[in-house]
């Protein structure tokens, strides 16, 4: 044991030298033997009781792989539960939906006993589908390393080899992105991205964003989401202004807008904007893709001006030809600060190394979950083995496969939907009229059904799909057309 005396207020102060006693065995730097966790780690047992997890999910999950009604049985039990949810959080669910616990890729079944074709994935988080074998398993390696939780004082050797493999990940096609900080929320990394942009052009004070974005819930995100009911009663915490986002039906003349309004903004408030803030396809505001020349011209201008570039990839990661939507765009030299989020399990913002805080603005109690961890660093393997990206890849084969059946679905019901609409595996219609109520009366009929999508914009709305890329078979969207199609013809 080390020698200690008590310091001011009690606390122990360490000796500044240490003797050899007091170190007792410590080992000479040449001797290295099987840490106690590798004995654990190699344990025959843990590979044993692996399999035996994989086999017994496996088996639970197989019949999980079509629409199954509730279970009479269980309806009222079903119900209670969704009221004392609801009397809890103070407010109904959006869905009456409470899983089980159980799933089989895009399939998840409710604790109702019902089973559903589950293509919104908690709006975009269940990337790897339902009851994945791998995250099991990289649930269970996730348990055994100790601490549940990791953080800015406890961190285990998977966060350093994720966040490495996130920033190769980031950098592979040129992105400048030295630093790689995780974090629990999209919002967080978002506000994490916010302060290095405002640290590194202070006194800037005001950020330039498009129409109908959001950025989370946070209260400067709250300020920067162009919703003005999600900021009722909420301080002004940032200064923000508004560009018109890209209109793919008239690009020439929608550039052009853009880049007058940025210009404009960009004049008016010489000097004071510190970053300019784009998702590259508007998740929450209804699924508008924009083009490479659309940021590109934005880009350029707002470069001109030495404004930041802030690419919020939190809904669009993962979904696309390649992993980064700035990747898919082909934008990545011009990326300043990237943030990632839901289908990662963890999240996280990238920025140039030039950009790093000197002053300690940034650090979190928590970072990740262990099992986050583990999740994202599954997430990453099936990226790197699978066949998700590429012009060919499965996002956009599947994207493709979606967007002609919806298509099909529009010119069989004129009226009743229209579109599609979106980018690789985020797919939207308009439904009927596209007021707020024909989209949540389609989609609880949807739910009721056994498809479950989820609302998006407004004037008109949306009723989206994130399906699960790493798991999704034509043959599931073949299932939720059919879903949808009996809907319409009801
Ligand atoms: C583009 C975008 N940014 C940020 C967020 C906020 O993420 P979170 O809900 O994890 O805070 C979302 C969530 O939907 C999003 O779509």
Redesign the pocket.
């Known amino acids: 044991m080390i020698g200690r005396r008590a310091g001011k207020r009690g606390f122990p102060i360490l000796p500044t030298t240490i003797s050899s006693q007091e170190l007792g065995n410590v080992m000479t730097e040449s001797e290295r033997t099987l840490l106690r966790a590798d004995v654990l780690r190699q344990d025959p047992r843990l590979e044993q009781a692996m399999q035996l997890l994989r086999d017994a999910v496996t088996d639970a999950q197989a019949p999980l792989n079509k629409v199954c009604r509730p279970q009479s049985g269980r309806t009222i039990e079903y119900e209670e539960l969704l009221d004392r949810l609801a009397a809890g959080r103070g407010g109904k669910t959006y869905f009456p939906y409470l899983s089980s616990g159980l799933g089989n890729g895009p399939w998840v079944e409710l604790d109702d006993g019902s089973v559903k074709l589950d293509f919104i994935t908690g ?2 988080v269940h990337g790897m589908g339902h009851s994945n074998l791998d995250l099991v398993t990289a649930g269970v390696r996730a348990a055994l390393q100790d601490t549940v939780m990791q953080g800015n004082l406890q961190q285990n050797p998977p966060t350093v080899h994720v966040l490495e493999r996130l920033l190769a990940l980031a950098r592979q096609h040129g992105a400048p992105l030295g630093n790689c900080l995780l974090t ?7 506000e994490n991205a916010l302060k290095i942009a405002f640290y590194n052009r202070a006194p800037a004070d005001r950020i330039i964003a498009f129409d109908n ?6 209260i400067a ?1 709250a300020q920067l989401t162009d919703r003005p009911k999600y900021r009722t009663g909420v301080p002004t915490a940032l200064a923000v202004d508004y560009i018109p986002p890209s209109d793919a039906e008239n690009s020439a003349e929608s550039i052009e807008r853009s880049v007058a309004a940025l210009d404009k903004q960009l004049k008016r408030h010489p000097g004071k904007y510190a970053a300019l803030w784009m ?1 590259l396809v ?3 505001g209804g699924y508008y893709p924009g083009s490479t020349e659309f940021f590109t011209a934005l880009i350029e201008r707002a470069n001109q001006d030495d404004v930041l570039i802030i690419f ?5 990661f993962g979904r696309l030809s390649r992993p980064f939507a700035m990747q898919h765009f082909q934008l990545d030299q011009y990326a300043d600060i990237v ?1 990632i ?2 289908i990662s399990q963890l ?1 996280a913002t990238f920025y140039r190394e030039t950009l790093h805080p000197k002053d300690p603005l940034l650090s979190q109690t928590f970072t990740a979950a262990s099992s986050a961890i583990e999740a994202c660093l599954v997430l990453l393997d099936q990226m790197e083995q699978g066949s998700m990206f590429g012009p060919e890849g499965t996002n956009m084969q599947i994207h493709h496969h979606f967007a002609s059946g919806l298509q099909r679905l529009a010119e069989q019901y004129p009226g009743q939907i229209s579109g599609p609409f979106g980018a690789g595996m985020m797919i939207a219609f308009t439904p009927g009229d596209g007021s707020a109520n024909a989209a949540s009366e389609l989609v609880h009929r949807m739910f009721a059904a056994g498809l479950m999508g989820f609302v998006a914009g407004g004037n008109p709305a949306r009723i989206r799909f994130l399906p699960p890329p790493t798991v999704t078979k034509l043959e599931h969207v073949d299932a939720a057309l059919a879903i949808l199609g009996s809907i319409l013809a009801d």
Do not use: H, L, P
């Not at 629990?184 to 978002?190: E, I, K, V």
């Not at 919020?312 to 669009?316: H, I, P």
């Open positions: 709006i975009g629990t929320s999209g919002a967080m990394a978002n974005c959001f950025a989370g819930r946070s995100m998702e508007a998740g929450e919020d990839e939190v809904q669009s943030t989020g839901k999240c």
